[in-house]
């Protein structure tokens, strides 16, 4: 600890002497605590684990180890300060680089704009021509799940011919007919995915109309009709109060009995992607 500090004249104020003070030898270094007006002696027995340093052997010790603390502090401090400056200069160019991108926004603004009404116009028209309802079924994939001959194919229920049904002539019969057994299929595959307005069967007029009694028309999983009686023709609409989208119509006929069909039209609008249903 320096004179200074404690503002006391150089060491060699010090160095009283007996002499100086007419006191004897002892008595000259116990100076009281009231003359310097400091806390009692214990006060002034600094221990090694207060300043976290050795002991000095001497008072020039001490006071190198603190030039030398203090030298390094001030190192630090000089680089904290460059970095402060690096950081501060980092910021401007930053704040600058901001800045010419808010402008740069602000000019594109008009450009923007425009982009965002021509994509509404696309949205429009793309609605307004897949709202269309339109024939979705002709000449699409048809499977079946047996087949009562060779000629009787399902791909002949989608091939837009149900006006030549009879057996007179065997060249232009256009009909499908599966065996007798139960729980046969007819799968027509839209090759997309189609908001179902209406499902029309054309069933054989010439004989055995009965046999389609009781078969269920499917939209995939969910049913929108079944037939409760022998018609020649059988027309199923889809409500516009509950939309039904599928990618397949099944026609599924439970009972032992033939699916013995003319024709199937199925009336529709899309495809539609699944995340995007807007009609």
Same mark, same amino acid.
């Given at each position: ?11 060699? =104020? ?7 003070? $007419? ?26 684990? !207060? ?5 000095? +052997? +001497? ?5 190198? !180890? ?13 680089? +904290? =300060? ?6 501060? !200069? ?37 609605? $307004? ?14 499977? $079946? !799940? ?7 194919? =399902? ?5 837009? %011919? ?8 065997? +060249? ?38 009965? %046999? ?43 009972? =032992? ?23």
């Amino acid at each position: 600890l320096r004179e200074e500090t404690l503002q006391l004249p150089p060491r060699e =104020a010090l160095e009283l002497r007996e002499e100086t003070l $007419q006191l004897p030898p002892r008595e000259a270094l116990e100076l009281r605590e009231e003359t310097l007006q400091l806390p009692p002696r214990e006060g002034l027995e600094l221990r090694e684990e !207060t300043l976290q340093l050795p002991p000095p +052997s +001497s008072w020039s010790e001490l006071e190198k !180890t603190l030039m030398e603390t203090l030298s390094l502090v001030k190192i630090q401090a000089v680089s +904290s =300060a460059q970095n402060i400056a690096e950081i501060k !200069t980092s910021l401007e160019r930053l704040e600058d680089r901001i800045g010419m991108l808010e402008y740069k926004v602000d000019s594109q603004k008009g450009l923007i704009k425009k982009v965002q009404g021509d994509l509404t116009t696309v949205k429009i028209r793309q609605q $307004q021509m897949t709202s269309e309802v339109r024939l979705i079924s002709l000449y699409k994939m048809v499977d $079946q !799940t047996s087949y009562a001959d060779a000629n009787r194919d =399902a791909d002949l229920i989608v091939d837009g %011919q149900f006006i030549f049904d009879k057996r007179a002539i065997e +060249s232009i019969q256009t009909y499908t007919k599966t065996n007798n057994s139960p729980n046969n299929k007819l799968t027509i595959h839209l090759g997309g995915l189609f908001r179902i307005h209406r499902v029309k069967v054309w069933n054989v007029r010439f004989c055995c109309q009965e %046999q389609f009694v009781g078969t269920r028309i499917f939209a995939d999983v969910q049913m929108i009709g079944v037939a409760i009686s022998a018609k020649p023709i059988y027309q199923f609409d889809v409500p516009e109060s509950d939309p039904t989208h599928a990618r397949e119509i099944i026609l599924h006929q439970e009972l =032992a009995k033939h699916l013995h069909i003319l024709e199937v039209q199925v009336w529709g609008s899309g495809p539609y992607d699944p995340e995007d249903l807007f009609a």
